[in-house]
């Protein structure tokens, strides 16, 4: 189904376990699954690889009409057809997300298209681990990240959000990151800050939109094994695999909570809120070292 750089039989042992304790994912059943998707209009972005390809073909298996958006029109033919062939329904709209009229465009034409989507999976991303005195001449590493993070999806839900609102249904599925929920980390200034921006104005809005029946998830994803994070080397620390993370996006779909994060992210937000300057002193010594 898709590239994995590190499969789910593959890991050593010891990883397992400590992925399975840190980061239990859940997978819904195939019938909860049907029931939420059949018949129904799934709009993933960045769609063309990893957890957004592998979300697609397990939501298309359940009977949705997803419609695949990325920037490469190859990937995303590919794709259609592999969903085609299997029995699915889907249609590829290749599209720029930091191109603001292309991405306005791209919403119009989905409505016109299909009249309305029922669910949109914000998975498209950018990822950059970088210290900032390497960044003082790449002011366009915060630009791409912030253009793809944040005003990207604001720009699609502003055009496609009055269609859920007026029809009184919709889910919004946000696929952000558990380094929202913790102190700022070293390195992490321009993905941090671009991933923390639509955060806030997705739970802003979803206040806003909840009494027209638009519901929303927040993802607050684990590290994925994935060609994104594979520029930095995490092959030693526990995660999920691109198969176990689009379970967790199944799951958004299918059971709507608020929010899915790691079980310990609550006591440790809480803990550092409680203890900031002690947190901040450990996160200096540590990037010192």
Same mark, same amino acid.
């Given at each position: 189904?898709?590239?994995?750089?590190?499969?789910?039989?593959?890991?050593?042992?010891?990883?397992?376990?400590?992925?399975?304790?840190?980061?239990?994912?859940?997978?819904?059943?195939?019938?909860?699954?049907?029931?939420?998707?059949?018949?129904?209009?799934?709009?993933?972005?960045?769609?063309?690889?990893?957890?957004?390809?592998?979300?697609?073909?397990?939501?298309?298996?359940?009977? +949705?009409?997803?419609?695949?958006? $990325?920037?490469?029109?190859?990937? !995303?033919?590919?794709? &259609? *057809? /592999?969903?085609?062939?299997? =029995?699915?329904?889907?249609?590829?709209?290749?599209?720029?997300?930091?191109?603001?009229?292309?991405?306005?465009?791209?919403?119009?034409?989905?409505?016109?298209?299909?009249?309305?989507?029922?669910?949109?999976?914000?998975?498209?991303?950018?990822?950059?681990?970088?210290?900032?005195?390497?960044?003082?001449?790449?002011?366009?590493?915060?630009?791409?990240?912030?253009?793809?993070?944040?005003?990207?999806?604001?720009?699609?839900?502003?055009?496609?959000?009055?269609?859920?609102?007026?029809?009184?249904?919709?889910?919004?599925?946000?696929?952000?990151?558990?380094?929202?929920?913790?102190?700022?980390?070293?390195?992490?200034? +321009?993905?941090?800050?671009?991933? $923390?921006?639509?955060?806030?104005? !997705?739970?802003?809005? &979803? *206040? /806003?939109?909840?009494?027209? =029946?638009?519901?929303?998830?927040?993802?607050?994803?684990?590290?994925?094994?994935?060609?994104?994070?594979?520029?930095?080397?995490?092959?030693?620390?526990?995660?999920?695999?691109?198969?176990?993370?689009?379970?967790?996006?199944?799951?958004?779909?299918?059971?709507?909570?608020?929010?899915?994060?790691?079980?310990?992210?609550?006591?440790?937000?809480?803990?550092?809120?409680?203890?900031?300057?002690?947190?901040?002193?450990?996160?200096?010594?540590?990037?010192?070292?």
């Amino acid at each position: 189904m898709d590239e994995t750089p590190v499969s789910r039989n593959r890991r050593p042992f010891t990883e397992r376990l400590a992925t399975w304790l840190l980061y239990p994912s859940s997978r819904p059943r195939a019938q909860s699954l049907r029931a939420a998707v059949d018949g129904k209009i799934v709009l993933v972005t960045g769609a063309s690889y990893g957890i957004g390809k592998a979300s697609a073909h397990k939501l298309a298996a359940a009977g +949705a009409t997803v419609l695949l958006v $990325a920037r490469s029109a190859d990937e !995303l033919d590919r794709l &259609a *057809a /592999e969903i085609t062939t299997a =029995g699915g329904t889907a249609h590829a709209y290749p599209a720029d997300l930091t191109d603001m009229d292309a991405v306005e465009q791209l919403g119009r034409g989905l409505l016109d298209q299909h009249g309305h989507l029922d669910v949109i999976i914000n998975n498209a991303g950018k990822s950059i681990r970088r210290p900032i005195d390497e960044s003082y001449d790449r002011f366009h590493d915060f630009t791409r990240t912030i253009d793809l993070n944040y005003l990207g999806p604001v720009r699609l839900l502003l055009t496609v959000l009055p269609t859920m609102r007026a029809r009184g249904q919709g889910h919004l599925v946000n696929m952000s990151t558990w380094g929202v929920l913790m102190p700022p980390a070293p390195r992490w200034a +321009a993905y941090g800050a671009s991933k $923390a921006a639509f955060d806030v104005w !997705l739970r802003s809005v &979803a *206040a /806003e939109a909840a009494s027209d =029946g638009v519901t929303t998830t927040s993802i607050y994803m684990p590290l994925v094994h994935t060609r994104m994070s594979a520029p930095t080397d995490f092959s030693r620390v526990p995660g999920l695999t691109i198969d176990e993370a689009s379970d967790l996006v199944c799951h958004a779909v299918t059971a709507k909570p608020r929010e899915i994060a790691p079980w310990w992210s609550a006591p440790v937000q809480a803990w550092t809120d409680l203890n900031r300057p002690h947190a901040q002193r450990f996160l200096e010594r540590r990037f010192r070292r």
